[in-house]
């Protein structure tokens, strides 16, 4: 494995039940390219606690007047210097240091200020990320995670469980998919927020938790400890083909995803033939991109960007060192983004893999997380990418070599015509004349 670069965020398509985070979309360990000089100045150390929210204590009107003047202008000062459009969508961005002089009394204030000056960029990437998201997409970034290893969905405004993760603590303790989380440690969940609940859930290894739970018309108590959860963002399978393995990548965000990556392709080193699907894939970490694309490429560029720094605006290229060489194909689809669209976009433009599927999403644009004092975050954008061609894939996205799409009759039959085109590809690309099997549509 090579050594690993700063991180940049990329996310594209933003989905629902995803915590918006930040190419396009993250950054890594968060040693993050710069971090934001403040010189002396009271912190947020004091006044934020360990779930990633204010804590009780009240700082006086003096700090809490300095800090949240500290707080707007370490976020308009990042902008100033590091935004990728120096004309600021179009307006004198100076005018906005000023603006809210002598009205920011608390953080509060500070937050509702700075949404108005980013909101003025037009640029939905460009956001402010309060203590809690910060501390949420750093524990994605990590891949480490605390809990039980649930994931929780709101529904007719109850918590419901969505599916118990395989081997973790509430599998193991008997929570089932469906199940309505009715209090949680003896706290009602009524008028709780999703995030609340998550909140409640999580918490150190090796304490426990206590979760009513509505199964029917009975109601069950279960408690389990909170434990690490292993974030699995590579899933494998074996075809009854004896010639082609498939590879899902669901995320490029954790900092293990390069390592399952190559795990997975030395699976397969005995298939001359593979199928690697990014449908749905909405992004996760340059580093992360780049470094599976060469794994895959033996020579060529992968990608550059372009920003008004030096440190924004970089060519990458592939080390020679490639771990996969032979027959592949790549499934792609509108929810396919950022960094899947660098993958894509690389692999393409070399003529190094098939695309099969319907266009990508379309975002080619690279964001930092620069963390605020030690609570909050500002996610910028600071670069534009290119596609080894020099194509701006932004808002336009990735056309593939073969297009397919699924009928209303594929679906109601679970046929994957996608998977199944891209398996008939393979047969003829190894010359097999043997008709190829019906494929279905792969579970999440």
């Not at 700075?114 to 809690?132: C, F, K, N, V």
């Not at 007719?156 to 469906?178: C, E, N, Y």
């Not at 003896?186 to 304490?207: C, V």
């Not at 030690?374 to 297009?403: C, F, M, Q, R, W």
């Amino acid at each position: 494995m090579r050594k690993r670069r700063n991180f940049h965020w990329l996310q594209g398509a933003v989905r629902s039940l995803e915590p918006v985070f930040l190419v396009g979309g993250l950054v890594g360990v968060l040693l993050l390219l710069t971090v934001s000089g403040c010189g002396n100045r009271v912190s947020f150390r004091d006044y934020v606690d360990r779930s990633g929210t204010h804590t009780t204590k009240n700082p006086t009107s003096a700090q809490s007047i300095e800090m949240a003047r500290n707080l707007y202008e370490a976020v308009w000062r990042n902008v100033y210097l590091d935004y990728v459009d120096s004309g600021f969508n179009g307006q004198d961005w100076g005018r906005w240091r000023h603006h809210y002089d002598g009205e920011l009394k608390d953080l509060d204030d500070a937050q509702v200020a700075i949404s108005s000056m980013l909101a003025s960029l037009g640029d939905e990437y460009t956001r402010y990320l309060p203590p809690r998201d910060m501390k949420e997409q750093t524990l994605k970034i990590d891949s480490h995670l605390f809990g039980v290893g649930i994931q929780i969905a709101k529904k007719d405004g109850k918590i419901v469980v969505v599916a118990p993760m395989p081997d973790t603590p509430a599998a193991k303790a008997g929570v089932r998919s469906k199940d309505e989380i009715v209090t949680i440690d003896k706290t009602s969940t009524a008028g709780m927020s999703l995030e609340d609940a998550a909140d409640h859930i999580r918490g150190e290894q090796g304490t426990t938790v206590s979760l009513t739970l509505k199964r029917g018309h009975e109601l069950v108590t279960l408690s389990m400890q909170r434990a690490e959860i292993k974030i699995q963002s590579v899933f494998t399978r074996d075809f009854h083909h004896p010639n082609v393995g498939y590879i899902r990548l669901n995320s490029f965000i954790g900092e293990t995803v390069p390592q399952e990556m190559l795990q997975a392709f030395e699976k397969f080193q005995d298939k001359p033939g593979l199928i690697l699907d990014l449908r749905g894939n909405y992004g996760g970490l340059l580093d992360n991109a780049v470094e599976i694309s060469e794994m895959l490429m033996e020579k060529g560029d992968i990608v550059s960007m372009s920003g008004r720094s030096q440190l924004a605006t970089r060519n990458y290229k592939a080390n020679g060192k490639p771990v996969f060489t032979k027959e592949l194909v790549l499934l792609i689809d509108g929810g396919s983004a950022s960094a899947s669209e660098i993958l894509s976009g690389a692999l393409k433009d070399n003529h190094r893999a098939v695309l099969i599927g319907t266009k990508t999403f379309g975002k080619g644009l690279v964001q930092k997380i620069v963390p605020l004092d030690e609570g909050a975050g500002l996610n910028i954008t600071i670069s534009k990418y290119y596609t080894p061609k020099g194509t701006d894939i932004n808002k336009k996205g990735i056309e593939p070599d073969v297009h397919v799409t699924f009928t209303p009759q594929s679906i109601k039959k679970n046929h994957d015509l996608q998977l199944q085109a891209a398996l008939g590809i393979l047969a003829r690309r190894l010359g097999e004349t043997k008709p190829v099997e019906t494929a279905t549509l792969l579970p999440d």
